[in-house]
């Protein structure tokens, strides 16, 4: 039987659901891998560390030279998170002929190009499945079975800290801190939840998920986001009245030669499949050109999925028999797609505004829209006036350019009569 030597850097969350899968499904993977797979050092930064699992003290070190020196490794698997140091130990493993799993999406979705482009020169290996929606196999999933297919467009649910923390306030009317301190116990969030509430990691997923599904490899900076942390116990109660629940949605479309991107929380109709995607779970909606609708669903962050998603790429890596493969990940880069500014996106929105409490407020806000061509669709008053004469006011537009929408926000706001516009969701209606 073969002998296949590997390394692990970093033993945090996914690390040890790799480690434990290793252990626990050894038969499965020797018969699927053909190989006895050893995971003969783990890069650590605390050696003497209780990590609640049992490593053998001997196979940890702090050096990476240690692996990276090491002939006898032949798979090396980041699990460190962030670009710095993971790029430059990634780099020069590849240099060494190591082939390279990880499951960075920060480190793809910035600097994969790079690091594909040399893989292929240098012939090995990359694989990142575990990068995007933790165990469901979404970017196998576009790679390999959905290949004859111009892919129209991609809606995801791709974090599960934020869906976690949305799931508990619409549902069990949880606080925003005491769902996130959850999410965090469970092993969901990232190290810093920044990335997490203020959508940074669904934007590095969901430019992995262009990347592939339109073959252009798209600049993060270029993805519009807005995060999960404006979202108040009034929206949610809101959205609920008008027949809809507020989900952090990823979404890509094509619109003729340009795309549209963006990563913000969106309204989605009660009934709709996206809607009962709860908890820690994540599901992609993919519209093909010749397959249709698809949706992949399953749990998007922890260690034992994202553990099964790093495990299986490292035998598919030895099912490959160490030969290379053409890895086409963002490889067709040269494909001309411009992506739309904001101002040009088209959606129906939720306005939530504070005014007074006085006649004339609804002719004077509905000139301003109307002057922007921004039609209405709902509108409902909330509440009481308060002491000070305000009462809350929610419309719900009809499809209209963000460009409009921006415009009537900055009118709005000169009005004397607006006390304050307190948020403005997309809602999303899929036709
Ligand atoms: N923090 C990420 C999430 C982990 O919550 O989805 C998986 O990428």
Redesign the pocket.
Known sequence: MNKVKIALLGLGNVGKGVWEIFKNNTEEIIRRSGCEIEITKILVNDINKDRGIEVPNEILTDNIEEILNDNSIQIIVELMGGVDPAADYILRAIKSKKHVVTAN?QLIAIQGKELLDLARKEGVLFYYEGSVA?GIPILKGIEESLTANKIEEIVGI?????NYILTKMSLEGMDFETALKE?QEKG???ADPT??IESY?AVY?LAILTSLSFGINVNVNDIYREGISKISSHDIQNAKEFGYTIKLLAIAKERGNSLELRVHPTMIPLNHPLSNVND?F?AILIKGNAVGDLMFYGR??GSLP?GSAVASDIISILRNDMTLRSISLVENADLQKTILPREEFTSRYYLRLTVKDVSGVLGQISTILGKNDVSISSFIQKGEKDANNIVRIVFITHDTLEGNIMKSIEDLKKLEVVDEIKNLIRVEKFI
């Open positions: 999406k933790g791709i974090n599960g800290t934020t999410a969901y969030a990232e990335s997490d990691d997923k820690s994540n998007g962050a994202t």
